[in-house]
């Protein structure tokens, strides 16, 4: 198969359904993938995120038997924009031969990916997060539950826009708030030896859509490569227009 340019965009990488049970998140199968697509000894790996990965989705939880399973398939995102990252991991993607399993579950090849670009509104959009988003001041966490969340937050997405090349002044129209915080909640992760709490939580964010859209694909938060901070747009019931 030839090679693909690409623009800088979000695809969902597509896995076959299984039924068997999984009784831990796949985020260091999911890593190891994308490295892998990437190739050995990359430069992404270990260096600043200006991507964002999401954990492995299409889940069903089992309460029961604490364990999750895909029967009805399972995706993951991969966003940025960085047009050299995203055209390595879609020719890394065509390029892969055999089967090829992330966990228990298979990557579907005859519908391996498609593009699902983020539909960002005019004014503002409500932002869910598929993974966790770790905050951090310093080396301290910090949860939607502390005041600086959301400041904190805010000042390192700036910092990312800016870094990636968007105008300052844009990066800095940016809004964060909680959208619903009473669903929010707080969860317990670890990246190799290092635990890390992260909230699962729903915002709105409001500014240039340009910058938003921009932030959407790095990811919110750190750690974005890692299955953290990957978001999705809910459509809006209020007019938008």
Same mark, same amino acid.
């Given at each position: 198969?030839?090679?693909?340019?690409?623009?800088?965009?979000?695809?969902?990488? !597509?896995?076959?359904? !299984?039924?068997?049970?999984?009784?831990?998140?796949?985020?260091?199968?999911?890593?190891?993938?994308?490295?892998?697509?990437?190739?050995? !000894?990359?430069?992404?790996?270990?260096?600043?995120?200006?991507?964002?990965?999401?954990?492995?989705?299409?889940?069903?939880?089992?309460?029961?038997?604490?364990?999750?399973?895909?029967?009805?398939?399972?995706?993951?995102?991969?966003?940025?924009?960085?047009?050299?990252?995203?055209?390595?991991?879609?020719?890394?993607?065509?390029?892969?031969?055999?089967?090829?399993?992330?966990?228990?579950?298979?990557?579907?090849?005859?519908?391996?990916?498609?593009?699902?670009?983020?539909? $960002?509104?005019?004014?503002?959009?409500?932002?869910?997060?598929?993974?966790?988003?770790?905050?951090?001041?310093?080396?301290?966490? $910090?949860?939607?539950?502390?005041?600086?969340?959301?400041?904190?937050?805010?000042?390192?997405?700036?910092?990312?826009?800016?870094?990636?090349?968007?105008?300052?002044?844009?990066?800095?129209?940016?809004?964060?708030?909680?959208?619903?915080?009473?669903?929010?909640?707080?969860?317990?992760?670890?990246? &190799?030896?290092?635990?890390?709490?992260?909230?699962?939580?729903?915002?709105?964010?409001?500014?240039?859509?340009?910058?938003?859209?921009?932030?959407?694909?790095? &990811?919110? &938060?750190?750690?974005?490569?890692?299955?953290? &901070?990957?978001?999705?747009?809910?459509?809006?019931?209020?007019?938008?227009?």
């Amino acid at each position: 198969m030839h090679a693909i340019k690409t623009n800088s965009m979000r695809i969902k990488i !597509n896995f076959i359904g !299984n039924d068997k049970p999984v009784t831990q998140r796949l985020n260091k199968e999911v890593n190891g993938f994308i490295n892998r697509l990437l190739g050995e !000894n990359n430069e992404y790996h270990g260096k600043f995120s200006n991507y964002s990965v999401s954990p492995m989705l299409g889940y069903i939880i089992d309460k029961e038997h604490h364990c999750l399973s895909y029967p009805e398939g399972a995706y993951i995102f991969v966003s940025s924009n960085d047009v050299t990252f995203m055209e390595k991991i879609i020719n890394g993607l065509c390029f892969l031969s055999g089967d090829v399993f992330v966990g228990p579950l298979q990557l579907n090849k005859e519908k391996m990916f498609e593009i699902d670009n983020f539909s $960002v509104a005019k004014y503002y959009d409500i932002v869910r997060t598929n993974g966790p988003v770790i905050v951090k001041d310093d080396r301290k966490p $910090v949860t939607f539950k502390d005041e600086e969340f959301l400041p904190i937050l805010r000042e390192k997405s700036i910092k990312k826009l800016i870094h990636n090349g968007i105008a300052e002044k844009d990066a800095n129209s940016i809004k964060i708030e909680l959208f619903h915080p009473e669903h929010a909640r707080t969860e317990m992760h670890e990246i &190799g030896r290092q635990k890390n709490i992260a909230s699962r939580v729903m915002f709105r964010i409001s500014g240039n859509i340009h910058a938003r859209q921009t932030l959407y694909e790095l &990811g919110l &938060g750190v750690s974005t490569g890692f299955g953290f &901070g990957s978001v999705s747009l809910r459509k809006s019931i209020i007019s938008n227009n």
